[in-house]
């Protein structure tokens, strides 16, 4: 029974691994891509949200048109004062039709929010590399339970925004578990904090707290390549 829950938690890890492959990967090379762009910009003087924007909508598309998963939004999120005329800009394209995000005025106001309270923005920024947050209500985009990959974006070493992504939780089931419950044990998906991003168990739904139930006493598994855990049993 123990070697089979090890090589079961071993496929399970390799396979949220794969499957977050390609989203890290594409938001690594258009924050490379981004940053020089980025840099040639402001050398040739002020950079304005307009200007960020047309940057950005080929590198948004490009996370858009991923076939290994299903994105539902994809953009640019800037650091404090990187533009002029403007504190901090979301550049953000999603949904079927792939439009631009417009914030709702009366709902967010933009120019006060500061994006380094949110872990997809304030993780890549401390540690330099792409991380994965989530499950949470992504109340600036999408209202539903998402997943938000995100690499950071440097100028010249300086960290001036982070190139992201959303995935719906929805969509990452429809993706994940049909793989992981072919494995024939019970998988729970766990983020770094401890809440379940997703479960082949029923008793076990997006966002419970692992701590205090019965899953905190089972090994976990590291996927590679992302702060998240495999619980087997």
Known sequence: ??????????????????????????????AQVLGGQLAA???????TAAQLDLLVEPHA??????????VYGAGFIAAVDLLTGARNHLS???GDDRGKLVLA???VNKEFIDYSDFEWFRVPMMTGAPHVAGPHVDYLCSDEYTVTVAAPVH???????????DMLIDS??????????ALGEPVTLINGVGRVVLSTDAAHTTGDAVRGGRLAELERARCAGVELDIIVG
Do not use: C, N
């Open 1 to 30: 029974m123990v070697t089979t829950t090890h090589s079961t938690a071993t496929r399970a890890t390799e396979i949220v691994s794969e499957y977050f492959r390609a989203p890290i990967s594409v938001l690594e090379e258009s």
């Open 41 to 47: 910009a402001k050398g040739s003087g002020a950079l």
């Open 61 to 70: 598309h490009a996370a858009l048109a991923l076939v290994e998963a299903r």
């Open 92 to 94: 953000w394209w999603q």
């Open 105 to 107: 005025a009366q709902s």
């Open 155 to 165: 100028i010249d070493g300086d960290f001036v925004g982070v190139a992201g992504l």
């Open 172 to 181: 990452v089931e429809r993706q994940l578990l049909p793989r992981l419950s």
